[in-house]
C-alpha cells in the first residue's frame, strides 16, 4: 500500500508539471489555432528568470511568482505583437517562425547568462518532507500540487466567468461575427499568447529549483505538453488536466515496472495510436460555429 500510495503522488507530481506546461500551450492552440514551437523558450525564460531575480535581486522563489508570470507574458505579448499576429492562417509559417524564435531566445540566453548549468535554491520551508499515512512526501512537491490547483481554477474563472473570456470563446466560434459586434480579436489574441507565455514562465519557475537550468531545457517539455493537448482535447481546459493526470499516471507506473527511458516510448507509441483512431482527443469540445 505504500508502494500504491507513493506511485500515485509521484505521477500527480509529473503531472501538475506537466498541466503547468501544456495549460498555455492549450489556449494559445485552441483559441488561436497558433502551433507555437517556442513554448518550451517560455518554460525556460521563467526558469532562468528566476535564477536572475533570486542570484541578483534577493526575491525568494515564491515572491518571483507573479513577477515570472508578468516579465514572461510581456515577451509573450511582443513575438505575438511583431511576428505572431501576421501569421494567422498560415500554419507551416507559423511553426517555421515559432521554431526560429524558440533557436533565436535560446542563443540569446546563452549569450547573456552563459551556457553552464544554474541552480534555483529552494525556500527552507520547502525544503523539508512531512509524514502522512507513513510516508514521507516533498513539500516542494505537495506546494505544486497546490499551485497547480489554484492555476486550474483561476484559468477557469478567466476564461468561462469574465468578459474577456466571453470575448475570447466568441472569437474562437466565430470570429467575423465577434468582430462585427466590436470585438477586438487583435487584442484578444495577443493577451492570449501573453496569458498563454506567462502560464509557461510560471511552470519553469515552479520546475527550477527540481531541474537543472540551461538553455535547452524547454525543448523536452515542449514535446511532453503538446502530447498531452492531443490526448486532453484541443481547447479543452478540463481535457488538459486530465490528459495530464493520465500521462503523468502512466509514465510513472511504467518507470516503476521498467524505466524512465521506456516508459517514456511507451507512452508516446499509445498516444500516437491514439491520435491514429481518435485524432480528436479523448475530451474534445463541440463548438458550434
Not at 492552440?29 to 523558450?41: F, K, P, Q, R
Not at 521563467?46 to 525568494?60: D, N, S, V
Not at 546563452?110 to 535554491?121: D, K, Q, W
Not at 490547483?149 to 466567468?161: D, E, K, S, V
Amino acid at each position: 500500500m505504500e508502494v500504491f500510495i507513493s506511485q500515485i503522488f509521484t505521477g500527480l507530481s509529473i503531472a501538475s508539471i506537466l498541466l503547468l506546461v501544456a495549460l498555455g500551450l492549450a489556449i494559445i492552440y485552441g483559441s488561436m489555432g497558433v502551433i507555437n514551437l517556442a513554448h518550451g523558450e517560455f518554460v525556460m525564460l521563467g526558469a532562468y528568470a528566476t535564477w536572475f531575480l533570486q542570484q541578483y535581486a534577493g526575491i525568494g522563489l515564491i515572491p518571483s511568482l507573479v513577477l515570472v508570470f508578468l516579465m514572461v507574458g510581456s515577451i509573450g505579448w511582443v513575438i505575438e505583437r511583431g511576428i505572431v499576429r501576421h501569421l494567422y492562417h498560415r500554419p507551416l509559417d507559423t511553426i517555421l517562425a515559432t521554431w526560429g524564435i524558440g533557436i533565436m531566445l535560446q542563443q540569446l540566453v546563452r549569450l547573456t547568462a552563459g551556457a553552464e548549468l544554474r541552480y534555483v535554491e529552494l525556500p527552507e520551508s520547502l525544503s523539508r518532507s512531512v509524514d502522512l499515512l507513513g510516508i514521507n512526501f516533498s513539500v516542494y512537491r505537495l506546494f505544486i500540487l497546490l499551485v497547480t490547483g489554484l492555476l486550474i481554477l483561476l484559468t477557469w474563472l478567466l476564461l468561462m466567468r469574465t468578459e474577456y473570456g466571453t470575448k475570447l470563446r466568441a472569437i474562437t466560434q466565430n470570429r467575423e461575427m465577434a468582430e462585427c459586434s466590436g470585438i477586438d480579436s487583435q487584442r484578444i489574441f495577443g493577451l492570449t499568447f501573453a496569458f498563454g507565455a506567462g502560464l509557461a514562465g510560471v511552470a519553469g519557475s515552479l520546475v527550477a529549483p527540481i531541474k537543472s537550468v540551461s538553455p535547452d531545457m524547454g525543448t523536452h517539455y515542449v514535446v511532453d505538453a503538446f502530447m498531452v493537448v492531443v490526448l486532453g482535447g484541443v481547447g479543452s481546459v478540463a481535457g488538459t488536466a486530465a490528459a495530464s493526470g493520465i500521462l503523468g499516471e502512466v509514465t510513472a507506473g511504467m518507470a516503476y515496472l521498467l524505466n524512465d527511458t521506456l516508459a517514456k516510448v511507451i507512452v508516446f507509441i499509445a498516444v500516437v495510436m491514439l491520435i491514429r483512431f481518435r485524432p480528436q482527443g479523448l475530451f474534445s469540445q463541440l463548438v458550434r460555429k
